[in-house]
């Protein structure tokens, strides 16, 4: 952000007022966080002078979030839609560890509060359209998500008050991998197994068997756990730890060791 003094004079009379610069860059973690809240009966003209504090101040308490983590980054009049005039605000919300609220999140909580939305940024709020996900594009067991992409900038949109340049995203689809497959997501060809064992990441000549989304070891004799530690060490040392405070070894059983073991490792 950065402020600045402006001067204006006719030689006779001279006029200061304070101009706020915000530049804002929008990333695709944003793009992919955010959400488009739909306003009826306004244009981006009226919404930027005064009402777009009050949209904002609002979103701060729904959310809840601090107003200096609202980025609001895109507003596009809706040209498709027929009848009263529509305008498309879209925006996306930091929490205080530095992610962002998932589009998801952001949704629900309008959802539940959009008469209070309605009512403090006096505008009226439009419930959200269908995602494109419910048409069931994606075939078998591929995950559908439909984020938002950079598409476009617009120009200047001017009020006596307010300047502001809006990029224009567009709503997309892909299709997910499952756990386990990968491919190419927007094509829908999540066909390429992950081979898991690949890097053989089982130890001490432990058999790698892959599994949905994963894998496992076959230990060989006397090794057990996730990536085949020595069972003998660990009854070894309980052997000690029985020597020391004069406990008889026939009393501890080697299974003591190996539940010992998978605690340990698993």
């Excluded at 709503?171 to 497959?181: A, E, Q, R, T, W």
């Excluded at 004799?221 to 530690?229: A, D, R, S, Y």
């Amino acid at each position: 952000m950065l402020s600045l003094f402006l001067s204006l004079t006719d030689g006779l009379n001279l006029v200061t007022k304070l101009c706020t610069f915000h530049m804002t860059k929008v990333t695709d973690d944003m793009l992919h966080s955010s959400v488009t809240v739909q306003l009826q009966d306004i244009s981006s003209e009226q919404f930027l002078s005064p009402k777009l504090h009050k949209f904002v101040d609002a979103l701060s308490t729904i959310i809840p979030v601090e107003k200096k983590w609202i980025y609001l980054f895109s507003i596009k009049d809706d040209i498709i839609r027929s009848g009263p005039p529509v305008l498309n605000v879209t925006f996306t919300a930091q929490r205080p560890d530095g992610q962002y609220y998932s589009s998801q999140y952001l949704q629900e909580r309008i959802y539940l509060e959009r008469s209070q939305l309605s009512r403090v940024s006096e505008a009226t709020v439009l419930p959200f359209g269908d995602n494109l996900c419910l048409n069931e594009i994606c075939s078998d067991y591929y995950d559908c998500i439909s984020p938002l992409v950079f598409w476009s900038t617009s120009g200047f949109i001017a009020t006596t008050l307010v300047i502001f340049r809006s990029i224009h995203p567009e709503v997309i689809y892909k299709c997910d991998c499952p756990l386990g497959f990968s491919g190419n997501t927007y094509k829908n060809t999540c066909m390429t197994e992950i081979n898991f064992c690949y890097t053989e990441p089982c130890e001490n000549d432990g058999e790698c068997v892959q599994t949905e989304g994963g894998y496992t070891c076959i230990c060989p004799p006397g090794f057990t756990g996730k990536m085949l530690f020595y069972v003998y060490y660990i009854w070894q040392v309980y052997r000690e730890f029985a020597n020391k405070f004069e406990v008889e070894v026939g009393s501890l059983f080697p299974q003591n060791a190996l539940i010992i073991s998978l605690k340990l490792w698993q």
